[in-house]
C-alpha cells in the first residue's frame, strides 16, 4: 500500500492502514487485530498508547505546545536533560542536547567529534546502520538500498568487520583489520572518532564482542580518540540493562539515544563528556524543534516507569520466553530453515538459512505474508534481509507474547 502522493521511493514491509493500538496490539482500518513484534521499529518499549505518556502529551498540549529551546528556554527540555544526566550510567559528569531523531542525534555527534578533536577521520563498522541522512548514510556498513544513486557522501568515513559471535568474526580478526587500516590507510593521528553499536539494530541484531570492545576503549584513550555508542535501537532496556554498552564493559564518551526516549514522540538526543559536549561554539549546536515540549513530556512519563528493575523483569521475561521457543523449535527440527537466535536480553533475531548455509531471503518474505495473515507483525533485518527481529514491547502481556510465538511457530513450521 503506498498512495501516488507518497514517494514510492518510500517502502512498506506490511501492505496495511493501521487505525489504533494498545500497549502489544494493533488494529487495521477494516478492525483486524495484531499482535505487534516491530513496536515501530524498536520505538514502543513501553508498548503503544502507555496511559502515562498519552497523560502527560494532553496535559502538556494545555500548556505549551512549542517553543525553540535556542530562543528561549522551556522547563520540559531541561528536566529531560537532568533526568538523562541521572539516567545514563557513567562515571563522568553529562551534558547534551536534544534533537528529532536518531539520524540527526548522529549527524550533531559527528561534528561535536570534529571540534572537540581537531579531527576528521570516523571509523564505523560493517552492518551498521546510523540514519538516513546524508552524513549517517556513509557511516552505514551497506550500500543497498541506503547508498544508491546518492553519489558522494561526506566523510571521510572506514569500515571494520565487526568482531561478535553473532557475525563469526573475533577479537583478535578485528584487531587485525585495525592494524592493517592504520598501516595502510588511515593515520590513527587522523582519527576523530569510532561510532558503534553495542547491538546492532539492522544488520540483524548482532552482539559486540566484549573483548574487542574494551580493547578499543583501550586504544582511543591512548591516542586521544572518541568512541560514539549508538544506542539508538538498543536502548532504554531493550537488552535487559539500561543500555546496551554496559555489557560491554566500556563507557563511551558520546551517547546516541532516540526510538523508545518518548514513547513514540518525535525525540532524540546526543549526550556524553560535559567538556566534549562543550567543544563548539555557542551556537554550533541547536534547532527549531529539536527537543519540543510535548515530546519532553512524553519522554518524562517514560523514563519515570524505566526503573532498574522493571527493565531487568520485563527484559528477562521477554528474553526467557524467547530462548525457550528458540530451544524448542531447535530440538523438535520444526524447520530446516532455522538458524542461529542473535542478539542480547529482548532484543532478539532468528536467522533463516538455507541448508547450503546461505541466507533463505524468500523464506523471510514468505514468513512475514504468512504471519501478517495470521495476526503477527514481524520486522526483517541482516544484510540480506533473512533475520527476523523481535521487538515486541517490553511491557506485553505474557499471554499476548506466548500467542504471538504460537503464530510465528505455525509459520515457521509451514515453511517452504
Not at 571540534?115 to 549517517?136: C, E, P, S, V, Y
Request: hydrophobic share 45%; proline share 6%.
Amino acid at each position: 500500500m503506498n498512495p501516488d502522493t507518497i514517494s514510492q521511493s518510500i517502502s512498506i514491509v506490511h501492505p496495511i492502514m493501521l487505525s489504533h493500538g494498545r500497549n502489544a496490539e494493533v488494529w487495521d482500518s477494516e478492525g483486524k487485530r495484531y499482535i505487534d513484534f516491530v513496536g515501530g521499529i524498536g520505538v514502543l518499549n513501553l508498548g503503544h498508547c502507555n496511559p502515562a505518556v498519552v497523560e502527560a502529551i494532553r496535559e502538556q498540549a494545555t500548556r505549551l505546545t512549542h517553543y525553540a529551546f535556542n530562543a528561549a528556554p522551556h522547563a520540559p527540555y531541561v528536566q529531560v536533560m537532568e533526568r538523562l544526566s541521572q539516567f545514563v550510567p557513567v562515571s563522568y559528569p553529562l551534558a547534551g542536547m536534544l534533537t528529532n531523531s536518531g539520524a540527526e542525534a548522529a549527524e550533531n555527534a559527528l561534528k561535536v567529534v570534529r571540534g572537540a578533536t581537531g579531527k576528521r577521520a570516523i571509523i564505523a563498522f560493517d552492518g551498521a546502520f546510523h540514519g538516513r541522512t546524508l552524513a549517517t548514510l556513509n557511516l552505514n556498513g551497506k550500500v543497498a538500498p541506503y547508498k544508491q544513486r546518492v553519489g558522494e557522501l561526506p566523510g571521510p568515513v572506514y569500515h571494520l568487520p565487526y568482531p561478535s559471535a553473532d557475525t563469526g568474526v573475533t577479537c583478535e580478526e578485528g584487531l587485525k583489520a585495525l592494524e592493517r587500516l592504520f598501516s595502510v590507510e588511515l593515520a590513527v593521528e587522523d582519527v576523530a572518532a569510532f561510532i558503534l553499536e553495542p547491538v546492532q539494530g539492522e544488520g540483524g541484531f548482532l552482539a559486540m564482542d566484549p573483548t574487542f570492545a574494551q580493547a578499543l576503549r583501550r586504544l582511543c584513550d591512548s591516542h586521544g580518540i572518541l568512541i560514539i555508542a549508538d544506542e539508538i535501537q538498543s536502548g532504554f532496556g531493550r537488552t535487559g540493562q539500561r543500555f546496551g554498552f554496559s555489557r560491554l564493559g566500556i563507557e563511551p564518551d558520546l551517547l546516541l539515544l532516540a526510538k523508545s526516549l518518548a514513547g513514540g514522540m518525535p525525540l532524540g538526543a546526543v549526550v556524553g563528556r560535559r567538556e566534549v559536549m562543550s567543544a563548539l561554539p555557542k551556537g554550533g549546536l541547536g534547532g527549531t524543534y529539536s527537543g519540543n515540549p510535548i515530546a519532553c513530556a512524553a519522554a518524562l512519563a517514560s523514563l519515570e516507569q524505566m526503573t532498574d528493575e522493571n527493565l531487568s523483569s520485563w527484559g528477562e521475561r521477554q528474553a526467557q520466553a524467547i530462548q525457550n521457543r528458540y530451544q524448542r523449535w531447535q530440538a523438535t527440527r520444526l524447520t530446516p530453515y532455522l538458524g542461529r537466535l542473535t542478539g542480547v536480553g529482548a532484543m532478539r533475531g532468528i536467522e533463516l538459512i538455507n541448508l547450503d548455509g546461505s541466507p533463505a531471503t524468500a523464506q523471510l518474505a514468505q514468513l512475514l505474508d504468512a504471519a501478517r495473515a495470521k495476526g503477527l507483525l514481524l520486522m526483517p533485518s541482516g544484510k540480506a534481509r533473512h533475520i527476523v527481529r523481535l521487538l515486541a514491547p517490553l511491557t506485553i502481556e505474557p499471554a499476548i507474547l506466548e500467542e504471538g510465538l504460537d503464530v510465528l511457530e505455525d509459520c515457521l513450521a509451514a515453511l517452504v
